[in-house]
Each structure stands twice: as C-alpha cells, then as structure tokens.
C-alpha cells in the first residue's frame, strides 16, 4: 500500500504565504509523478502542479508566478510553495502520486485565505 500525508495548511491572510508539504511512504519503489490538486467547497478538483521523477514540472494556468512545486526524491516528499496568496486560493489541498500505474491520493490539508 502507498500512504501520502500532507501537512502545512493553515489559516493566512491575503497576500501571505504558505508551504505544503506531502510525504510518501510504503510500497513506493515504482513512484513516478507527484502533484498537487485542490479542491474549494462546490467546486471540482482541479490541477495546481506536478512534477515528474525527473523534476520537470507543470502548473495550471492560473498558478504559474506564485506557486512552486518541487520534490526531495531521496525523501519521497513533494513541496508546494504558494505565495501572494488570494481568498480565491482557499480550498482543500491533495497530494497525488503515481506508483506504477495507480494514483494515490493523500487525506487533504486545508488552506484557508482570509483576513
């Protein structure tokens, strides 16, 4: 089994910063890409970024400039640095791997922007 925890959530206000962070851990010998979805309350899923094993990286659209994605392989841990944070960005954040052909995903960590 795969397990992804994510941690670095939070409440921040508009304008801040933040750093998510999601370990991998269990039967991840075959790991391949990582990423990070979020999802805010009546809305879809949606991308914010993903990075390959070998470190190339792919952002939506509207998160390109203010978030970064990036990994520790030796760790098996994926990072997201967002900053210049908007009341639009809060939403549940998830960690997603993919272990041979399966996606997994983590529990989810809230990010809440709000003065």
């Known amino acids: 089994q795969v397990q992804l925890v994510e941690s670095g959530g939070g409440l921040v206000q508009p304008g801040g910063s933040l750093r998510l962070s999601c370990v991998a851990s269990?039967?991840?010998?075959?790991?391949?890409?990582m990423g990070w979805f979020r999802q805010a309350p009546g809305k879809q899923r949606e991308l914010v970024a993903t990075i390959t094993i070998g470190k190339s990286t792919n952002y939506a659209d509207s998160k390109k400039g203010r978030f970064t994605i990036s990994r520790d392989n030796a760790k098996n841990t994926v990072y997201l640095q967002m900053n210049s944070l908007k009341p639009e960005d809060t939403a549940v954040y998830y960690c997603n791997a993919v272990v041979g052909i399966r996606p997994y995903w983590g529990q989810g960590t809230q990010v809440t922007v709000s003065s």
């Open positions: 269990g039967s991840i010998f075959s790991i391949g890409a």
